[in-house]
Nanobody
Framework: QSQFVESGGGLVQAGGSLRLSCAAS????????IGWFRQAPGKDQEFVAA????????NYADSVKGRFTISRDNAKNTVYLQMRSLKPEDTAVYSC???????????????WGQGTQVTVSS
């Protein structure tokens, strides 16, 4: 059984930066594509970014393109989400997810972390 744990969330002012981490244990990390999703209170879960198993392919939601960067270090079993120029509307619980295919649809992911809160104040 694979496990994924997020860290790095917190409170930041608008315009600031945070880096989230998703650390994995269990099955070889490089066998999973990894996605980040977020959910704000009262809203549906939203795709944020994804990275392929090799790390060579990434994709982003339009709302974060140019501000967020997803990357992975397979030697450290960790995926990162660097978030810059944060806005109040980025406030949400951010969760990482893993699956063999990846992509933007949450249904394609098999394993989920517990999530980490990101709060951006105006």
């Amino acid at each position: 059984q694979s496990q994924f744990v997020e860290s790095g969330g917190g409170l930041v002012q608008a315009g600031g930066s945070l880096r989230l981490s998703c650390a994995a244990s269990g099955r070889p990390f490089s066998s999973y594509a990894i996605g980040w999703f977020r959910q704000a209170p009262g809203k549906d879960q939203e795709f944020v970014a994804a990275v392929s198993r090799s790390g060579l392919t990434t994709n982003y939601a339009d709302s974060v393109k140019g501000r967020f960067t997803i990357s992975r270090d397979n030697a450290k079993n960790t995926v990162y989400l660097q978030m810059r120029s944060l806005k109040p509307e980025d406030t949400a619980v951010y969760s990482c997810a893993a699956g063999p295919i990846g992509g933007t649809a949450y249904r394609t992911y098999q394993y989920w972390g517990q999530g980490t809160q990101v709060t951006v104040s105006s």
